[in-house]
T-cell receptor
Framework: DAKTTQPPSMDCAEGRAANLPCNHSTISGNEYVYWYRQIHSQGPQYIIHGLKNNETNEMASLIITEDRKSSTLILPHATLRDTAVYYC????????????FGKGTKLSVIP | DVKVTQSSRYLVKRTGEKVFLECVQDMDHENMFWYRQDPGLGLRLIYFSYDVKMKEKGDIPEGYSVSREKKERFSLILESASTNQTSMYLCASVPPGTGNQPQHFGDGTRLSIL
């Protein structure tokens, strides 16, 4: 699985877009970029994943650079409930077996 | 939406007790997982199952066993609880297929062994 690097923390004003970066320069061609988040004392929540095209769902957008060495998760209108630790992982088959989270980014949405 | 339900959010047990943690999913998923999550150690896989009555050891199976009698239910058993098993336990499930389906997690059980 690809090694990923994320900033340890970020702040975002409520209502503004939150842009969370992730570097995954060692990602291989068949590895997807997955984003999960974990709100304090809850289980991880799947957000979105992609291979090389940008993706959007009801929660977020995922922008992957053309060389696939980095990506950005975008929460278009952050709310207080989006305060959580966000994890970016590169994995060839998230359904296959073990997920491994790094330290992630602690996003604090500020009123 | 996928629903993974863990039987308890918080549980307190005593050393030496046999502890059962239950997980149920409602999406007919074949693959189910049990992880524990500890500060500074991240997620660690205890056991997983890819079908009824099938199980595979993860990275840290010692002191644990599992049971998968029905597809929707995957139980984690602490045979004789010890204080170093105090942790957050997370169950996840995913359908089989191409391999790029996301795992969906339950809310976790925070287990304290006294």
């Amino acid at each position: 699985d690809a090694k990923t690097t994320q900033p340890p923390s970020m702040d975002c004003a409520e209502g503004r877009a939150a842009n969370l970066p992730c570097n995954h320069s060692t990602i291989s061609g068949n590895e997807y970029v997955y984003w999960y988040r974990q709100i304090h004392s809850q289980g991880p929540q799947y957000i979105i994943h992609g291979l090389k095209n940008n993706e959007t769902n009801e929660m977020a957008s995922l922008i992957i650079t053309e060389d696939r060495k980095s990506s950005t998760l975008i929460l278009p209108h952050a709310t207080l409930r989006d305060t959580a630790v966000y994890y970016c992982i590169g994995i060839s088959g998230a359904g296959s077996y073990q997920l491994t989270f790094g330290k992630g980014t602690k996003l604090s949405v500020i009123p | 939406d996928v629903k993974v339900t863990q039987s308890s959010r918080y549980l307190v047990k005593r050393t030496g007790e046999k502890v059962f943690l239950e997980c149920v999913q409602d999406m007919d998923h074949e693959n189910m997982f049990w992880y524990r999550q500890d500060p500074g150690l991240g997620l660690r896989l205890i056991y997983f199952s890819y079908d009824v009555k099938m199980k595979e050891k993860g990275d840290i199976p010692e002191g644990y066993s599992v049971s998968r009698e029905k597809k929707e239910r995957f139980s984690l058993i602490l045979e004789s609880a010890s204080t170093n098993q105090t942790s957050m336990y997370l169950c996840a499930s995913v359908p089989p297929g191409t391999g790029n389906q996301p795992q969906h997690f339950g809310d976790g059980t925070r287990l304290s062994i006294l």
